[in-house]
C-alpha cells in the first residue's frame, strides 16, 4: 500500500491528469455510422496513447521481437510489402498477408475469414498465434505489469497502474480506432475541392460499372465476404470463411479488402500472390469468365487503355496525408525526431 501511494504521490508531482481526456469520433460526411460502439469504451486521448505504445511494442511477443507493427507498417497505411505472408518470431511464415488497418471502427468482422466478430478483442489472435506473436496473453499481462512506464500509462487511461487483458486489449483497439483514412484525392473531388482528370474520370466511370458491388463507396469494401475467383493455393489449401462457418457453401470466401490506400498495400490478396496492382487489373480485366470459380460477373474484358484508366482512380484513393501522420508513428521514433508523442 505503501509503494502504490508513493506511485500515485509521483503522478501527482508529475502533473499527471487523473481525468483521461475524451476524444470526439469524428464521421466523415457522407459516410455511414460506424459499428464499433463507443459507449463501451470512450475514447480518450490516453487510452489511444497507450495503444500506441502497446502496438509497437514487440514486449507482445513471446521472445520480445516481434510487435503488431511488425506486419503493419504505418507507411504502408498499416499492411506489409516485403513478403506474400506474415512473418513472426523465429522468422516463421504465416498462412496468409497481413491487410491494412484503417476505418476500423466501420467494421463488423475481422480477419480475412471474419473469426474476430469484435474489434477489442482482435489482437488477441496475432498475440497467440503460434506463428505469429506466439505469446500466452497471461504471460504478456504479467510483463507489462513488470514495466514501470506502463504503470504509468494505465493509471493515466483507467485511474488504476495494474494491466490487465481487458484494459490491455480495449487500449490497443483505441488506438486502431483512430486511424482514420479520408484525406485522399478521391474525397477531395468528392467534396469538390478538386476534380478528377480525364483520365482519373474515365476509370471511376469503370470502377462504378464494374468494381463498386463488392468495393463499394466510401469504404471501398461491402464488409461481406465473396469468391475472389483465385484457385486455391495446395499447400495453404485456404478453404476461407468456411473454416469459421462451418458452411461448405462459403468455401473460398473471403473479406473484401478495401481498396482505399491500395497503392500501399501491395501484395494482393489474401495470399498475397500479386505483387503489383497493375497484376490484379490485369487478372480481372482480362480472364476468361468461365476459368473463374466464382459468378462471371467478377470477371470483366477492359482495353489496354481503360486499365490504365482504372488504375489512374485507384491511385486517387491514396492518403499520403494518413500515411504521415507522425501521430501514427511509433512513439520511439517521433521522439528520436524531437517530435512529440501523442
Known amino acids: 500500500m505503501k509503494r502504490i501511494a508513493l506511485f500515485l504521490i509521483g503522478l501527482l508531482v508529475l502533473g499527471v491528469s487523473f481525468r483521461p481526456e475524451k476524444i ?49 507498417s504505418p507507411f504502408n497505411a498499416f499492411a506489409h510489402s516485403d513478403h506474400a505472408l506474415s512473418h513472426g518470431i523465429n522468422d516463421s511464415i504465416g498462412s496468409r498477408n497481413a491487410p491494412g488497418l484503417f476505418n476500423l471502427a466501420w467494421q463488423r468482422s475481422f480477419m480475412w ?33 513488470g514495466q514501470p512506464s506502463y504503470r504509468g500509462m494505465f493509471y493515466r487511461a483507467f485511474h488504476d497502474s495494474v494491466a490487465t487483458g481487458e484494459r ?9 480506432i483512430t486511424l482514420v483514412s479520408n484525406q485522399s484525392r478521391y474525397d477531395s473531388a468528392q467534396r469538390g475541392q478538386t476534380t478528377f482528370t480525364t483520365q482519373e474520370s474515365n476509370g471511376y466511370s469503370l470502377f462504378k ?28 489449401n485456404d478453404q476461407g470463411r468456411a473454416k469459421v462457418s462451418g458452411d461448405t457453401s462459403d468455401s473460398l470466401r473471403f473479406k473484401v479488402p478495401s481498396l482505399r490506400n491500395v497503392e500501399y498495400t501491395a501484395p494482393y ?10 497484376d490484379v487489373i490485369q487478372y480481372y480485366g482480362s480472364a476468361d469468365p468461365a476459368s473463374f470459380s466464382i459468378q462471371p460477373t467478377h470477371a470483366i474484358v477492359l482495353t489496354p487503355n481503360q486499365k490504365t484508366d482504372l488504375l489512374a482512380f485507384l491511385l486517387t484513393l491514396s492518403d499520403k496525408k494518413f500515411l504521415m501522420d507522425p501521430s501514427h508513428w511509433d512513439p520511439a521514433m517521433v521522439a528520436s525526431r524531437g517530435g512529440n508523442r501523442r
Not at 463507396?217 to 484457385?231: A, H, I, K, V, Y
Open 269 to 278: 490478396m489474401h495470399d498475397g500472390r500479386f505483387k503489383k496492382l497493375r
Open 168 to 176: 490491455t486489449l480495449k487500449s490497443i483497439s483505441q488506438f486502431m
Open 24 to 72: 470526439r469520433f469524428e464521421i466523415p460526411d457522407g459516410w455511414p455510422r460506424p459499428t464499433y460502439d463507443f459507449s463501451k469504451n470512450p475514447l480518450t486521448e490516453e487510452k489511444a496513447a497507450l495503444g500506441r505504445m502497446l502496438f509497437y511494442d514487440p514486449l507482445l511477443s513471446r521472445n520480445n521481437t516481434i510487435s503488431c507493427a511488425s506486419c503493419h
Open 113 to 145: 475469414d471474419g473469426a474476430i466478430n469484435h474489434l477489442d478483442v482482435q489482437a488477441l489472435a496475432p498475440i497467440n498465434h503460434p506463428r505469429e506473436m506466439g505469446e500466452d496473453f497471461k504471460n504478456v499481462i504479467e510483463k507489462l505489469n
Open 209 to 236: 460499372a464494374n468494381c463498386a458491388n463488392c468495393h463499394q463507396e466510401p469504404l471501398f469494401t461491402n464488409r461481406s465476404f465473396e469468391r475472389n475467383g483465385l484457385s486455391v493455393d495446395p499447400q495453404l
